[in-house]
């Protein structure tokens, strides 16, 4: 009985904190994206930010496209976001991020990126 | 007492002689406050912005160094006759850059120019970049690198195309001191702590650097 009065007296205590954490990390990555990523992949994630003119040569990648982010990893999102498209045999247009973002920012992205896609993507 | 006034009278009168007639940064100054234009532009250096909502606030570019990013003549033509630079709207991805600036009349804008001139910074050092052509340079910019994704420039022919996240480099060659642009891409985040262009730094050799700040230097 004690036991279980303490329990919830804890998760009454730290779990709205958590809560907010959590909020507070996926409200930061949203930034980020809006800031860094929107102007190419658009603020929907869908490819069409401002840059994309009728003479951008490729498209950035939609992000909401399940089947196309379903075959990176979190692993290769990381990568290509840090060492830029020609680390991955893309285009250079996707710029590398490496010396911008933190090794946080990324994380919240990559978590931001498979909530676009609602996917879970290749293990690794 | 008496040689105390002396010698601060002489200094007086040396300032006053160095400080040619009719061009004074402290007029340039007033008129800046005057005609509010530090309600959109901030001009006490160094860079304020600790984060990337500070940033956002903005209402304008920061102008703390502009005595070391632009050409004299380019920024006293252009505040008279302001023509767009930014596509989009500050800090905006969604809405147009309505071509609104306020113009200070001629010769507030010389006095403007001439105080906007007197802010500059260590950071920039001269007779670093020689505006010439660079075959390199030009490569980086159009294949290597993504500077076309975000920047509007004009090919060989003068045909215009780029994106329009960042400013246009389209007149780069009479609007920017080379030597800023070079200093820019060494340690960007000393000018613009925050900025949606990705740093370079670390990434392109100090070479490809240098070459892209020549190439750059040359766009018309």
């Excluded at chain 2, 113009?103 to 505006?131: H, Q, R, Y």
């Excluded at chain 2, 990705?198 to 100090?206: M, S, V």
């Amino acid at each position: 009985m004690m036991r279980t009065a303490k329990i919830i007296l804890f998760a009454a205590l730290f779990l709205p904190a958590l809560f907010a954490a959590n909020v507070g990390a996926a409200a930061e990555a949203e930034q980020v994206f809006k800031f860094y990523c929107a102007q190419c992949h658009g603020l929907n994630g869908k490819g069409g930010g401002p840059n994309v003119t009728k003479d951008f040569p490729v498209t950035p990648r939609d992000f909401t496209n399940t089947a196309q982010m379903n075959k990176l990893s979190d692993n290769d999102i990381r990568g290509i976001v840090m060492d830029g498209g020609p680390s991955a045999s893309k285009s250079p247009l996707m710029p590398p991020w490496g010396k911008t973002l933190s090794d946080g920012d990324v994380d919240g992205l990559v978590k931001l990126l498979r909530k676009f896609c609602n996917c879970k993507g290749k293990p690794g | 007492m008496k040689l105390m006034i002396a010698i601060f009278a002489g200094a007086l009168v040396g300032a006053a002689v160095s400080a040619p007639a009719g061009a004074s940064p402290a007029d340039g100054k007033k008129v800046f406050e005057g005609q509010k234009c530090n309600a959109c532009h901030y001009t006490d250096g160094p860079a304020k912005e600790k984060s990337i909502a500070d940033q956002l606030a903005k209402k304008g570019p920061e102008l703390w160094y502009a005595g070391s990013k632009f050409q004299r003549p380019w920024l006293e033509g252009w505040l008279t006759k302001p023509e767009i630079i930014r596509s989009l709207a500050y800090n905006s991805l969604t809405d147009k850059n309505k071509g609104d600036h306020p113009k200070p009349a001629g010769a507030d804008a010389k006095n403007v120019a001439d105080f906007l001139m007197s802010l500059t910074t260590k950071e920039v050092k001269a007779g670093k970049i020689k505006p010439k052509r660079s075959l390199k340079g030009r490569l980086v910019f159009n294949k290597k690198m993504p500077c076309t994704g975000c920047h509007r420039s004009a090919g060989k022919k003068g045909k215009v195309s780029g994106g329009i996240s960042g400013p246009t480099l389209i007149g780069a060659a009479k609007r920017l001191n080379p030597d800023w642009v070079f200093a820019y891409l060494n340690n960007p985040t000393f000018f613009k702590p925050f900025k949606a262009m990705p740093t370079f730094a670390g990434i392109l050799k100090a070479k490809d650097i240098k070459n892209v700040a020549t190439h750059v230097s040359t766009l018309k």
